[in-house]
């Protein structure tokens, strides 16, 4: 098993840029989070799904939209890139219901200019 | 919505010492509380997590206490070792998301 992949690891954007942040796993996990890290404020939720054709919001879900399409994939889109989205992007997945574990992907170092 | 506190954000201890993390969370209906380790540049890494049905559980020499009445959990390391050095976030969830901690950062010096 891969476990939790995500592409690319490094992304330069210019602002008002958009490009999508790839996310996939083969644990057959039925949940999927993203999340963005920044110095000193934790690990903050994007958007998270519990299954296929199931998304919602998070903590700071502004300029970025997600699907899921497959139980496997979670893509996660910045439509108009701004320097305040300069982060760390985590992608994560877990079975769900009382099984809470989470796996997280590398992570996706995204810079803004 | 589940609000984590972390503290203290910065730990420093010598080599062998014992570091103690603590966390409150907000929302009763939480009743999971995972442990993660993360190193400069990696992912976060789970090195334990309790159920709320527990009030305390050990894997070697790191331990997690949980009281559900005053909300709040606890990381124990004993006998620091310098790979121990990095950020541990605690973390909180009743369903689907976790809320995390906004982290410490853990040096042990030799």
């Known amino acids: 098993n891969a476990g939790v992949t995500q592409t690319p690891k490094f992304q330069v954007l210019k602002t008002g840029q958009s490009m999508t942040l790839q996310c996939a796993q083969d644990?057959?996990?039925?949940?999927m989070s993203w999340y963005r890290q920044d110095p000193g404020m934790g690990l903050r939720l994007i958007h998270y799904?519990?299954?296929?054709?199931?998304?919602d919001q998070g903590e700071v879900p502004n300029g970025y939209n997600v699907s899921r399409s497959t139980t496997e994939d979670f893509p996660l889109r910045l439509l108009s890139a701004a320097p305040s989205q300069t982060s760390v992007y985590f992608c994560?997945?877990?079975?769900?219901?009382?099984?809470?574990?989470?796996?997280f992907g590398p992570g996706t170092r995204l810079t803004v200019l | 919505g589940e609000n984590v506190e972390q503290h203290p954000s910065t730990l420093s201890v010598q080599e062998g010492d014992s570091a103690v993390i603590k966390c409150t969370y907000s929302?009763?209906?939480?009743?999971?509380f995972p442990w993660y380790k993360q190193e400069l540049g990696k992912r976060p890494q789970l090195i334990i997590d309790?159920?709320?049905?527990?009030g305390e559980k050990k894997d070697q020499r790191i331990a997690v206490t949980l009281n559900k009445t005053a909300k709040h959990f606890s990381l124990h390391i004993t006998e620091t070792q310098p790979e121990d050095s990095a950020v541990y976030f605690c973390?909180?969830?009743?369903?689907?998301?976790?809320?995390f901690g906004k982290g410490t950062m853990l040096l042990v010096s030799p």
């Open positions: 799904s519990v299954g296929a054709g199931i998304t």
């Open positions: 644990m057959n996990h039925e949940y």
């Open positions: 973390a909180a969830t009743g369903y689907s998301t976790l809320t």
């Open positions: 994560a997945s877990s079975l769900g219901g009382s099984n809470n574990e989470q796996f």
């Open positions: 309790i159920r709320s049905n527990v």
């Open positions: 929302d009763s209906a939480s009743n999971y």
